[in-house]
Nanobody
Framework: QVQLVESGGGLVQPGGSLRLSCTASGTVFGINTMYWYRQTPGKEREMVAIITNEGTTDYTDVAQGRFTVSRDNAKNTMYLQMNSLKPEDTATYYC???????????????WGQGTQVTVSS
């Protein structure tokens, strides 16, 4: 069984920084593309950043220039370094990943449970 667990959220003042982590555990035989999403109450979940298993990254406008996504394949972990945080970045942040849970050549998609980020003075 595969689990994705996010951590690193919390309360930070505007202009501050946070580093989120997302770790895959359980029967993980490979991880392809990984995403960071975020969601606020009453709104749809929106994509923030993407990173392939080769390290190619891309960002949406909300993250461009302020957030950096990275990963450590040896640790099955993805990170999101968030700088210059704004109150509008307040949301629950989720990771989403394409994972191979068995030795069979088939991948499935998994969501983490989310970690809350609150940007407020």
């Amino acid at each position: 069984q595969v689990q994705l667990v996010e951590s690193g959220g919390g309360l930070v003042q505007p202009g501050g920084s946070l580093r989120l982590s997302c770790t895959a555990s359980g029967t993980v035989f490979g991880i392809n593309t990984m995403y960071w999403y975020r969601q606020t109450p009453g709104k749809e979940r929106e994509m923030v950043a993407i990173i392939t298993n080769e390290g190619t990254t891309d960002y949406t406008d909300v993250a461009q220039g302020r957030f950096t996504v990275s990963r450590d394949n040896a640790k099955n972990t993805m990170y999101l370094q968030m700088n210059s945080l704004k109150p509008e970045d307040t949301a629950t942040y989720y990771c989403y990943a394409e994972i191979k849970p068995t030795i069979a050549p088939r991948y499935s998609w998994y969501w983490g449970q989310g970690t809350q980020v609150t940007v407020s003075s």
